[in-house]
């Protein structure tokens, strides 16, 4: 029996902290926004790496998603970016969030006031 449980403890999956957005600039183009976003996780490679992250609204509509397509482990915490984002006339605030390959979307939330 003893077998059994080590067995299943070491085939459960082992659950990364979620990822978290350090922070998050934006920048206004025209009618559309860029997100620049530093994302943090501790990553082990290919099997648990963020992801992904979104901007939403304030509602928890997608307004934008940027796919991250290869684990960075060795670059901690790091910025990628995000341009196109239409975001609704009047919108004084948006959230953006961030996915791992393993848990899906964070929880948490980080709160963007546009300027």
């Given at each position: 029996m003893r077998y059994l449980v080590l067995f299943a403890l070491m085939a459960s999956p082992a659950f990364a902290d979620d990822p978290v957005i350090e922070n998050a600039t934006t920048q206004r183009s025209g009618d559309t926004w860029r997100f620049d976003v530093t994302v943090s996780h501790p990553e082990t490679g290919w099997d648990d790496y963020a992801d992904g992250w979104r901007v939403l609204d304030m509602?928890?509509?997608e307004l934008g998603m940027r796919v991250l397509h290869h684990?960075?482990?060795n670059e901690q915490p790091f910025?990628?970016?995000l341009s196109g984002v239409a975001i609704p006339e009047g919108t004084s605030q948006v959230q953006v969030q961030a996915r791992?390959?393993?848990d899906g979307w964070a929880e948490?939330?980080?709160i963007v006031t546009l300027p």
């Open positions: 509602e928890g509509n684990p960075h482990e910025t990628r970016s791992t390959n393993v948490d939330t980080f």
